[in-house]
């Protein structure tokens, strides 16, 4: 919000004679169904050019079929998940990081810094994370499992939790 009045104040948007943004809020509560339901309905807002968000994969991943079904651009702000991107022919969805599917293998860089900095190396981990699709793509995606067949684990063992933010104990 601070942004668009900074941004409404300075003239708008020039290209389009200094139109001024409206924000059109709505909330997903962080539940895939709620964030269907709020997406249907701004995507049937003809006054509407663009939809932006949500920062979980799980909301995400429910939505982009949308954005491709209504025709509408949709920035996605920090969904992991490789589901939010591949969802088949695809004009419409875009994210501000990357991910598994980008090429994104951030648990493989910190297993193997872990692994060089710590005394003896690093020998056994414990992994919490979400069941959703955040919580699976960055665990079971190319880092995770890499690392595990990396160093020979074979007690990697795949244990869902709910409701608990991905983390490295």
Not at 44 to 71: F, H, R, W
Not at 100 to 114: A, Q, T
Not at 141 to 148: L, S, V
Request: net charge negative; with cysteine.
């Amino acid at each position: 919000e601070t942004y668009v009045d900074y941004y409404n104040e300075h003239g708008g948007i020039q290209s389009l004679g200094g139109a001024q943004i409206e924000l059109v809020m709505a909330d997903s509560a962080s539940d895939p169904t709620t964030g269907v339901t709020e997406f249907e309905r701004l995507a049937q807002n003809d006054e509407l050019c663009a939809i932006i968000g949500p920062y979980n994969s799980s909301v995400g991943s429910a939505t982009t079929p949308l954005a491709v079904k209504y025709e509408i651009p949709y920035m996605i702000a920090n969904c992991t998940s490789d589901a939010v991107m591949t969802i088949g022919e695809n004009k419409y969805v875009y994210r501000t990081n990357i991910g598994e599917f980008d090429g994104n293998p951030y648990m493989l860089y910190v297993m193997n810094y872990l692994d060089e900095h710590l005394p003896g190396g690093l020998e056994k981990i414990a992994v919490v994370y979400d069941s959703d699709d955040f919580g699976g793509a960055e665990i079971f995606g190319a880092g995770g499992i890499g690392w595990a067949q990396h160093a020979g684990d074979p007690c990697f063992r795949r244990r869902q939790k709910k409701n608990i933010f991905g983390m490295i104990i």
